[in-house]
């Protein structure tokens, strides 16, 4: 069946069910949350970096960088999830020291949220960062040609939106392959389906036209070969199995390497813990991706 219209068959429950997470884990608020601010300010309070950079105008255009100081390290920027409406940069600090111990510079990037902007502003306000950091490299102490996108949920929806991203349609002076290298974890492919669960979109305002528009399935496919790892929990439901593997079903091929990866046994939050974890495959295999991209600097 067609994969852009196989979820037409799916009732308001169904919709439910495969999307609301949340509703999966009442330990969310209580536990899941806590744990990483917690974990997240320790890691603010024990590093002397560069922490709340304004790239734009809106409240949360902020990004934080925990770099390591080495001219030639690979850099990773990091999009938080929160289906667009929740969330915050400094939130997922505590995914820093582990690419930091592997001499790799990790930035958090923040955005405005809906209902206060849209899905469509979002995008642009990623595109604004990843502007702002491969023009601001040199303030930043980073090596602006290694450059690897990552993100979660709705983070992996814009990492699928900023792969398919045109930079020089965007602005002249930045080259089409800005980013060496894709992550979306759990992405969101295609829009449709979220815009028709109830409970989310209450907060997103997603309508139709927006939802075929800004969904990376259907205008905005990847505009380089850069190579991509695209995550998925073992457990996560099957909506988000779908999801990921869609989006490389359409635009795998033997020149653009789309890998996907399984982490078995946790759901859509748990990978999270699993991505910090250093003896992990999961971040075995980010690292042998993001190290595959340093033959490509200029």
């Not at 995008?123 to 690897?148: E, Y």
């Not at 045109?166 to 969101?188: F, T």
Request: overall charge negative; aromatic content about 10%.
């Amino acid at each position: 069946m067609d994969p852009l219209t196989f979820h037409k068959k799916f009732s308001a429950e169904d919709f439910d069910s495969q999307y609301n997470l949340r509703s999966k884990r009442p330990d969310y608020e209580s536990t899941v949350i806590p744990e990483w601010i917690e974990r997240s300010v320790k890691v603010r309070s024990d590093f002397s970096g560069m922490l709340d950079i304004h790239y734009g105008k809106g409240p949360k255009q902020q990004l934080d960088l925990f770099g390591v100081n080495k001219k030639d390290a690979s850099t990773l920027i990091y999009f938080h999830g929160g289906y667009w409406q929740r969330g915050d940069k400094s939130i997922y600090s505590f995914l820093a020291p582990s690419f930091n111990s592997k001499e790799i510079n990790f930035i958090a990037v923040g955005y405005d949220l809906c209902p206060a902007v849209t899905i469509t502003e979002i995008s642009a306000q990623a595109r604004a960062a990843l502007t702002f950091i491969w023009k601001s490299s040199d303030l930043l102490g980073i090596n602006r040609n290694l450059l690897t996108v990552m993100g979660h949920s709705a983070g992996g929806h814009i990492t699928q939106m900023m792969m398919g991203t045109n930079w020089p349609a965007y602005s002249n002076d930045l080259p089409i392959d800005l980013i060496k290298a894709g992550v979306p974890i759990s992405p969101l492919s295609l829009l449709e389906p979220v815009r028709l669960t109830e409970a989310l979109n209450a907060g997103i305002r997603m309508d139709a036209k927006e939802a075929e528009s800004e969904s990376p399935m259907i205008n905005h496919p990847p505009c380089t070969d850069a190579p991509q790892l695209v995550v998925v929990g073992g457990d996560e439901t099957e909506e988000f199995h779908r999801q990921a593997n869609m989006y490389i079903d359409a635009f795998a091929s033997q020149k653009r390497l789309i890998e996907m990866y399984i982490v078995p046994g946790v759901d859509h939050f748990d990978e999270l813990n699993i991505l910090a974890d250093t003896d992990s495959e999961l971040f075995a295999k980010i690292i042998k991706l993001i190290r595959s991209t340093v033959d490509t600097k200029k």
